[in-house]
């Protein structure tokens, strides 16, 4: 059975770097057919995409979070990470990890609440 | 454009019937999926591909599209279906797309 964790910091101090790994188990993070994401949803908001990648390293970034997110994979592992620079407020957040498959759609990671604050 | 549009929220009575849409390019190209979040808790699938449930979730959940225009239907709301209703479908660049979520209340 498909499961995805978060794991991570629960707090960052502003201008810091958020570090957060997804680990996958159920499915081999290496098969072709799915793309790996990050979504996060600030509290009381909406969900907004931040990046997704497949197992050969192909990215694709939210255009306005763009060059502040950089996602990597690792197949041996079975893991994929997020790094998100110069953190501020406006990045606190609910940050989930999701597989996305064309057909069945999204399966989430339960979350992981990352607070920006000094 | 890669945008997905949802009425902010809408309301049904104990047992009645109601429709949640979502709008938007990408749909016409792809099939979408709907998501249930309920407070505190991650989103779950509801209905993916052209209208298929995954294990678990009851029968009166179900989907359709038509040209730009997806649409959830919950026939016969339980009031344990409150919650937020998000729609999702890629776009032809690879990027995910969200709906800015339908807010649900069972009156």
Not at chain 1, 7 to 34: A, F, K, N, Q
Not at chain 2, 55 to 63: A, E, H, L, T, Y
Request: aromatic share 12%; proline share 4%.
């Amino acid at each position: 059975q498909l499961q995805l964790q978060e794991s991570g910091p629960g707090l960052v101090r502003p201008s810091e770097t958020l570090s957060l790994t997804c680990t996958v188990s159920g499915v081999s993070i290496g098969s072709s057919d799915y793309s790996w994401g990050w979504v996060r949803q600030p509290p009381g908001k909406g969900l907004e995409w931040i990046g997704s990648i497949y197992y050969n390293g192909v990215t694709y970034y939210s255009a306005s979070l763009k060059g502040r997110v950089t996602m990597s994979v690792d197949t041996s592992r079975n893991h994929f990470s997020l790094q998100f620079t110069s953190m501020t407020a406006a990045d606190t957040a609910v940050y989930y990890c999701a597989r996305g498959d064309i057909f069945t759609g999204l399966v989430w990671g339960q979350g992981t609440l990352v607070t920006v604050s000094s | 454009s890669s945008e997905l549009t949802q009425d902010p929220a809408v309301s049904v009575a104990l047992g009645q019937t109601v429709r949640i849409t979502c709008q938007g390019d990408s749909l016409r190209s792809y099939y979408g999926s709907w998501y249930q979040q309920k407070p505190g808790q991650a989103p779950v699938a509801v209905i993916y591909g052209r209208n298929s449930r995954p294990s678990g979730i009851p029968d009166r959940f179900s989907g359709s599209k038509s040209g730009n225009t997806a649409a959830l239907i919950i026939g016969g709301a339980q009031a344990e279906d409150e919650a937020d209703y998000y729609c999702y479908c890629r776009d032809g660049n690879g990027h995910w797309v969200f709906g800015g979520g339908t807010k649900l209340t069972v009156l």
